[in-house]
């Protein structure tokens, strides 16, 4: 699974110049295993080096199969939960202090970007927000499957509260990460916090 994963993306990342459509398929490979898998946030953090982290988001959203076909139900939800896994793994950084120039890397134009400083805090506020609308969305509130996604969330925004001295915010965070464990009916607390 991962390992594979990671394989794929060195070896796209070796031959990328030489040969595109070679690295192509190496990531087309790639992004098919992970919607297999359905690998979370935490997961990605556990088996990948940051610059792989990056690189491998990048390529989930950016070659989804929805976004060269006609969308199905289940391509759509996979690009939903691929673009939530972004904001969310956008947010872990920053509240974990990665390195700058490892969150800053969506494509820009260079003379119409702002600062990196402000473009980091940028890409914060959007992150963030994205999560907070889509925890507080009440049509994910009764999908089984988006449950753990909802509980890991509910932390990172916890957490991030945390980080920013609003206490108050982050108990009731976590507090509702509690309870959507408890919900659960057989949680699998290895993917969550």
């Given at each position: 699974?991962?390992?594979?994963?990671?394989?794929l993306?060195?070896?796209?990342?070796?031959?990328?110049?030489?040969?595109?459509?070679?690295?192509?398929?190496?990531?087309?490979?790639?992004?098919?295993?992970?919607?297999?898998?359905?690998?979370?946030?935490?997961?990605?953090?556990?088996?990948?080096?940051?610059?792989?982290?990056?690189?491998?988001?990048?390529e989930?959203?950016?070659?989804?199969?929805?976004?060269?076909?006609?969308?199905?139900?289940?391509?759509?939800?996979?690009?939903?939960?691929?673009e939530?896994?972004?904001?969310?793994?956008?947010?872990?950084?920053?509240?974990?202090?990665?390195?700058?120039?490892?969150?800053?890397?969506?494509?820009?134009?260079?003379?119409?970007?702002?600062s990196?400083?402000?473009?980091?805090?940028?890409?914060?506020?959007?992150?963030?927000?994205?999560?907070?609308?889509?925890?507080?969305?009440?049509?994910?509130?009764?999908?089984?499957?988006?449950?753990?996604?909802?509980?890991?969330?509910?932390?990172?925004?916890?957490?991030?509260?945390?980080?920013?001295?609003?206490?108050?915010?982050?108990?009731?965070?976590?507090?509702?990460?509690?309870?959507?464990?408890?919900?659960?009916?057989?949680?699998?607390?290895?993917?969550?916090?």
């Amino acid at each position: 699974g991962p390992e594979l994963i990671r394989s794929l993306l060195e070896q796209a990342n070796s031959t990328s110049a030489s040969n595109p459509a070679k690295r192509a398929k190496f990531i087309q490979l790639a992004t098919q295993i992970a919607y297999t898998l359905k690998l979370s946030v935490p997961d990605i953090e556990k088996q990948f080096p940051i610059k792989l982290q990056k690189q491998f988001l990048q390529e989930l959203i950016t070659n989804h199969p929805s976004k060269t076909s006609s969308k199905a139900p289940s391509e759509t939800f996979s690009l939903i939960f691929y673009e939530i896994s972004l904001h969310q793994w956008i947010l872990r950084a920053i509240i974990r202090d990665v390195d700058k120039d490892n969150i800053v890397f969506l494509e820009t134009n260079p003379d119409q970007s702002p600062s990196p400083p402000d473009y980091l805090h940028i890409l914060e506020d959007t992150s963030f927000q994205y999560l907070i609308n889509w925890f507080k969305s009440p049509c994910h509130t009764e999908a089984a499957w988006f449950e753990p996604v909802r509980c890991q969330i509910s932390f990172d925004l916890g957490e991030y509260y945390f980080s920013r001295d609003n206490f108050e915010e982050a108990k009731q965070y976590f507090l509702s990460c509690q309870e959507l464990i408890q919900k659960m009916e057989t949680p699998d607390r290895s993917t969550l916090c």
